[in-house]
């Protein structure tokens, strides 16, 4: 399965501080995909990846891949209460995409 | 607002009762997707149309039967549910083609199922 997997399953900030999270993934694929998620909403597409790519940014968002070791990061800096959400990482080729379980951030004012 | 839709946002549902959910698209994509998702669990990918033609059937059980009867709108016929299948499910459309990876997936806020 080319399943992401997120770490940590949750994680609790200071507004103002930084929040990483990790994914992982067994295949290899053609993109990597960060999504956030509001609670009870539907996913909203935050940054796409290429393969070839090894840092992206948009906005406060950083995000990082290292396909030798299948694994992507997500940095947000500078946290703010909205940014309380989960997020999933999202792999696949072609027309499907899987996600994984997601990390849960609160930010705490 | 995504640019896709899906209704209704909330539906309770008996055992032996026969539902439908809607998403239509307004993006002018060219492939869309059911997805069921239950707490503390990934995202489970139910099925894909791309063009119209179903691509992708995760071993769902016959109970859920999609349908699409156009590049924008796509169904989930729903019947004899079991209270696991109790979930949000949410469909999503996305311009994709082979070789340049899956595009960017546009999200619907969701159908919140609850099977009594």
């Known amino acids: 399965s080319q399943q992401g997997e997120e770490d940590p399953q949750a994680l609790s900030i200071q507004e103002g501080e930084n929040a990483t999270m990790n994914c992982s993934y067994k295949t290899s694929i053609n993109n990597l995909q960060w999504y956030r998620q509001n609670s009870g909403r539907g996913l909203v597409h935050l940054i796409l990846i290429r393969s070839n790519e090894r840092e992206k940014h948009s906005g406060r968002l950083r995000v990082t891949l290292d396909t030798s070791k299948k694994s992507s990061s997500l940095l947000i800096t500078a946290s703010r209460a909205a940014d309380t959400a989960s997020y999933f990482c999202a792999t696949g080729s072609d027309y499907k995409l899987s996600f994984g379980a997601g990390t849960t951030v609160t930010v705490r004012a | 607002e995504t640019g896709v839709t899906q209704t209704p946002r909330h539906l309770v549902m008996g055992m032996t009762n026969k539902k439908s959910l809607k998403c239509e698209q307004h993006?002018?994509?060219?492939?869309m997707y059911w997805y069921k998702q239950s707490a503390k669990k990934p995202l489970e990918l139910m099925f894909v149309y791309s063009l119209e033609e179903r691509v992708e059937n995760n071993s769902v059980p016959s109970r859920f039967s999609p349908e699409c009867p156009n590049s924008s709108h796509l169904f989930l016929h729903l019947h004899t549910l079991q209270p696991e299948d109790s979930a949000l499910y949410l469909c999503a459309s996305s311009q994709s083609g082979a070789g340049i990876g899956a595009g960017e997936l546009f999200f619907g806020e969701g159908s919140r199922l609850t099977v009594l």
């Open positions: 993006l002018g994509h060219n492939a």
